[in-house]
């Protein structure tokens, strides 16, 4: 079992940065990918970036890509979401989530585990 717990969402303007930030315990972090998505009322949860176990391999949603970043410390049990140049349009609920095995890193049923997920709000 992994818990998984999100912070450092908020409000902040358009052009603005926030960092989140994805504690997990439990079992082995490292033995898993992890993901990011965001998810807006009424939307389908969608993929935002994804990263290796060893954080050799990264991945990005095509709206993202240029301006968040994702990272990882495998001894600190913390997975990282920079996100620069933020637009009203990224907007949403963001959660982390953890895979022991991956395909396809857009689909959320390869995802074993979920946080809660934290607000992000970027005002225009």
């Known amino acids: 079992q992994v818990q998984l717990v999100e912070s450092g969402g908020g409000l902040v303007q358009a052009g603005d940065s926030l960092r989140l930030s994805c504690t997990a315990s439990?079992?082995?972090?490292?033995?898993?990918?992890m993901g990011w998505f965001r998810q807006t009322p009424g939307k389908d949860r969608e993929f935002v970036a994804g990263?290796?176990?060893?954080?050799?391999?990264?991945y990005y949603a095509d709206s993202v890509k240029g301006r968040f970043t994702i990272s990882r410390d495998n001894a600190k049990n913390t997975v990282y979401l920079q996100m620069n140049s933020l637009k009203p349009e990224d907007t949403a609920v963001y959660y982390c989530?953890?895979?022991?095995?991956?395909?396809?890193?857009?689909?959320?049923?390869?995802?074993?585990?979920w946080g809660p997920g934290t607000q992000v709000t970027v005002s225009s």
């Open positions: 990263i290796g176990r060893s954080a050799g391999n990264t």
């Open positions: 989530a953890a895979a022991a095995y991956i395909g396809n890193w857009y689909d959320t049923r390869n995802y074993d585990y």
């Open positions: 439990g079992r082995t972090f490292s033995g898993y990918v």
